[in-house]
């Protein structure tokens, strides 16, 4: 770390630590303990009557002693055994069906008298400190902060901060947002790096080139056509293709590899192809080209596909690449920029067709990242037990694609300096950093070697008047950079103090105005969002909702109504919501909010098992295509304001070429996802059939319809359940074969301190068990022994071999006795209250925007706001809409 950074630590330890520690982590101040109210005989005669029983000092089943059980506010966990009293009480569930029940005045009067001293106590704190506790920005907010302030969408920052704390299902919640001694590290070091990144790289504008890098002068493309001792097989090989023509003696290095700039009409056809997707040992790339600088480039890819005969009779599954001929269809492409070694980013995809076309990307590169496509359908060749065989090879050929070349226009400049330098250095001159040279290193065209890529050199920024400088820069850095009015003369002599010891222990102006700019953003000012108890001003009302909406700060516009103190104004603030999701950064909300809320960031955390899920291991392609169906399909529920139901249950997907053939559906065309309609009476529609759900919620090998049940629950129905007794160990599915996880579930329920929690848990699970651990349809399930054998070629190009055992059984009952056959069934259950998944969703949204989750006092505001929503059907815009005109909302 530079002595920058470190003066920017230590004035971090002595003037910042203290008060953010001061202000995070403890944020709730105590409840004075004290009786809430004498309980009333009311509630003495009904616990007397229907509770104590089972629920004394000798009985306490569930763990639950009501005759010790005080009404008191000052432990939390009191209030919340109440609350769920109060709730299993009102619900009908308590007292037990098998017990006298209580007739509807009695009820009544025993919810009224639980319900008036909690929504007392908890609106006394409410107004005293507010619902939510003061927090630190998380790390998607950090670095989309940092994106915005300095104008670097390109920057990369999320993974170098620590994985934030998460509480009721998200990571917006201040009580697990604290701040350590490592983390405090991290943001100085990620800030520090930021800022450098956002410099000008040179001092005089480079220029925007355009530079058309073919094929064939790509070692990555063209040393893979000949063979090693580490590869013998024409799958693993390239071929140059000339139109939709092999060349053998090309090929076979009997002829040059192009024709170069000697006849320009043949360079324009020449081509490389492949017959298989980038994965180790073949991973074309076009390593001619590294991102000189971090910014937007405009990509051009021109290519097509082909169709390559097969070899001979009885080996027609190997390729003979010298018969090309033109495409039999369309190949989906993924684009990547891949830093070495293997460190890949997504930049955006298309579909190659048989003829020549020209496909364009406009994409934020990082300096030094070269471009990989992969062609995600074809197959991956694995060693295995035999020599591997294309799954999409055929008696006549297999399919392939071939690029002619990629053209680069970039970087694309607005303005000079970069705007985010232009905040840090104002007009100030620049000169070359003398430290080496940057862009790429390469002693000539046909250098053998790989080109070295160098970073640029960067710039330093030369002041006549450094401390005039630094107070003037500083001052407007400060204004942009908070995210409310203030006293900038005092801020400015607060941070100015490390500009100065950063020049006294030898610092130069750039390093030492970059060390007080790090303090800045590591700052509570900065990294804390600042709200007080009671109605939020103008200037915390715009940070909540753009950091909800965008999950980042506010923009121009909504600063500007929050200073004209505009915002209040129910039309303004509803225009301003409408804008924000109609803004392309309403992606940010979409992601993070599904990330959390269906655990989305965690798809890529289990692989299907190679052996008994071989037909989906390696495919990319699905992934890929399951991660970003829910992400779209919440974004066409927020644009068409469509109800919430289809949470549930929808008439459309958002459905590509993969994911149709996934779920057995007709045939969509392409690599993009579009809203397809969807057979009537059909299992899928709505989130809890779709891939990523249905991966998220299984371990790769197997499926727990107790996992599944627990998660439906939570995340769909909002109930969430109770913790397993540590007692009782986890059922594992038998992936013998020999039982179904329903036998084994069954048994498990003869447990007393399981059935009452797995009668609810287990049918939502049962629900799913046609779903296996991809989301894909089965009747029965795979096991490793016993019954049908299946098999088949994997997209590994391996044998792969599994049983179909026992069948699926996916019926059920309800808690309340409703019984279902299927998915189907299960889904029409639960949209007979779609206003309990339009609540769910509603609370989902009040702690992602709040930061706090809904507690008793908030509940009727909650029935408020979807009696407004009832009219549209609970749409889903109109949830947000109303969220953000609501006291949950507009208060701390």
Known sequence: MNSSCLTARRWFQVSVLGLVFAVVPAQRSAIAAETMLAA????????????????????????????????ESSDPKTAAKWVEVYDRVGSGEMPPKKQRRPDRDEQAAFLESVAAPLLRAERQRIDREGRATQRRLN???????????????????????PEDGEAHRFNKVGDVLDISHVQMARYLSTADFALRQAMAPYPNRPSTTVRRYYTRDQRSWTGPMKFNEFNTAPERATFPVLGYQGQPVVRRGEAPLTVGTNDPVLRELEGVGVVASAYEPIEPKWNEFKAPVSGRYRLRFLGHTVWVGPGDSNKWYVPNLDQVSKGRRDEPITITAETPPRLLRHLGDFDLTPEPEVHELVVDLLAGEMIRPDAGRLFRSRPGSRRWQNPLAEKDGQPGVVFRWMEVEGPLIDSWPPPGHQLLFGDLPMV???????????????????????????????????????????????????????????????????????????????DALIAAYTAVLCSPEFLCLKEEPGR??????????????WNSPPDAELRRCADRGELRKPEVLQAQADRLLDDPKARRFIEAFLDYWLDLRRVQATAPDANLYSDYYLDDLLTESATEEPRSFFGELLRGDLPARNVVSSDFAMLNERLAAHYGLPPVAGIALKKTPLPTDGVRGGLLTQAAVLKVTANGTTTSPVVRGAWIMERILGQKPPPPPPSVPAVEPDIRGATTIRQQLDRHRTLESCRSCHIKIDPPGFALENFDVMGGWRDRYRSEAGGELAKGIAKSGQPFEFHYALPVDASGALPDGRPFADIRDFKRALLEDDRQIARNLARQFVVYATGAPVGFADRPEIEALLDRAASSHYGVRTLVRELVRSDLFQRK
């Open 40 to 71: 009333p005989r009311s509630l003495h005669r009904f616990l007397t009557a229907h509770c104590v029983e089972c629920h004394d000092e000798d009985s306490q089943k569930g763990g639950l002693d009501l005759t010790a059980l005080r009404m």
């Open 139 to 161: 790390r998607y907010e950090y670095e989309n902060t940092l994106r915005d302030l300095l104008q670097t969408p390109w920057l990369q920052l999320r993974d170098a901060l």
């Open 432 to 510: 070359r950093r003398t430290a080496g040279e940057g862009g790429v290193k390469s002693d000539g065209e046909d250098d053998p070697k790989p080109r070295r890529f160098r970073p640029p050199p960067g710039v330093e920024v030369v002041s006549q008047a450094p401390e005039a400088d630094a107070a003037r820069l500083l001052a407007n850095f400060i204004r942009q950079a908070y995210r409310r009015p203030v006293s900038i003369k005092a801020e400015v002599k607060r941070f100015l103090p490390v500009f100065r010891s950063a020049v006294e222990k030898g610092n130069g102006f750039t």
């Open 536 to 549: 939020l001003d103008e200037h915390a009302l715009a940070a909540r909702l753009s950091y909800f909406l």
